[in-house]
């Protein structure tokens, strides 16, 4: 399976808690939205949603509404816990931390196209945060022979 997130398991997991922290969908709906957020590259299978979804629920990540709509349980608040909460583990290495940044920047992406206005609220952080990026990238080149 290959996805925004490098393709694995868990990952489809964190990508379906991101689209519906933005608001509640049904699966045909975190299909549409993966689709448009790989630029069509990517539509995950109901045969890979679906499962997860119930996985979710069973785990008390996520429920069902009586519309058929999944979304995040507030008491399991995953931005309070973590982004992997209990079920996962925080990154191990370096391209799963670029992975995690990834996701969350798609995330911030997609609050702001929904029309949020907190990005401004957080503009000087958020700079702040692409200053010490930059710094990362511009060591490593310094370092390679």
């Given at each position: 399976?290959?996805?925004?997130?490098?393709?694995?398991?868990?990952?489809?997991?964190?990508w379906?808690?991101?689209?519906?922290?933005?608001?509640?969908k049904?699966?045909?709906?975190?299909?549409d939205?993966?689709?448009?957020?790989?630029?069509g590259v990517?539509?995950?299978?109901?045969?890979?949603?679906?499962?997860?979804?119930?996985?979710?629920?069973?785990?008390?990540?996520?429920?069902?509404?009586?519309?058929g709509?999944?979304?995040?349980?507030?008491?399991?608040?995953?931005?309070?816990?973590?982004?992997?909460?209990?079920?996962?583990?925080?990154?191990?290495?370096?391209?799963?931390?670029?992975?995690?940044?990834?996701?969350?920047?798609?995330?911030?992406e997609?609050?702001?196209?929904?029309?949020?206005?907190?990005?401004?609220?957080h503009?000087?952080?958020?700079?702040?945060?692409?200053?010490?990026?930059?710094k990362?990238?511009?060591?490593?080149?310094?370092?390679?022979?």
């Amino acid at each position: 399976m290959m996805n925004m997130f490098g393709g694995k398991r868990k990952d489809l997991r964190t990508w379906i808690l991101f689209i519906l922290n933005s608001g509640p969908k049904n699966g045909a709906e975190l299909m549409d939205s993966m689709e448009r957020q790989t630029m069509g590259v990517w539509r995950p299978s109901p045969g890979s949603i679906y499962p997860m979804l119930e996985n979710m629920v069973n785990e008390g990540l996520i429920k069902k509404t009586e519309n058929g709509k999944y979304e995040p349980i507030p008491e399991n608040n995953w931005f309070r816990t973590g982004i992997f909460g209990h079920h996962g583990s925080s990154p191990r290495n370096f391209s799963e931390a670029v992975n995690e940044i990834d996701g969350i920047v798609t995330f911030m992406e997609e609050l702001k196209s929904n029309g949020s206005k907190q990005a401004g609220e957080h503009s000087e952080k958020l700079k702040e945060l692409a200053k010490r990026i930059t710094k990362l990238i511009s060591d490593e080149r310094r370092s390679d022979p």
